[in-house]
């Protein structure tokens, strides 16, 4: 608890897990509307249709590598603080 009141223990890592769930969902949710809507338009159905299949696979990924992205900082915090109390200790 006391790391947690001191700013050393980030809680922003789980935050980010959360939020990359959320981002899935959304985009999921997104994709199906898109390829629904695509039933009840005319000429264009077949192209929104494959615009929210694309959604539907490639949105988890972008959503996956921005939030590595956003936890790749803290993990490099986390091991810079790791060689910095492996050098202070000698």
């Known amino acids: 608890m006391e790391d947690f009141l001191k700013f050393r223990k980030m809680i922003t890592p789980t935050i980010i897990q959360v939020l990359f769930w959320v981002g899935v969902a959304g985009t999921v949710i997104a994709a199906l ?33 921005y939030c590595e992205l956003l936890i790749l900082f803290f993990r490099m915090n986390e091991t810079l603080t790791e060689i910095k109390n492996g050098l202070a200790k000698k």
């Open 33 to 65: 509307v898109v390829m629904a809507m695509s039933f009840g338009s005319y000429g264009g159905g077949a192209a929104q249709f494959l615009g929210g299949l694309v959604m539907l696979v490639l949105g988890p990924v972008v959503v996956r590598i």
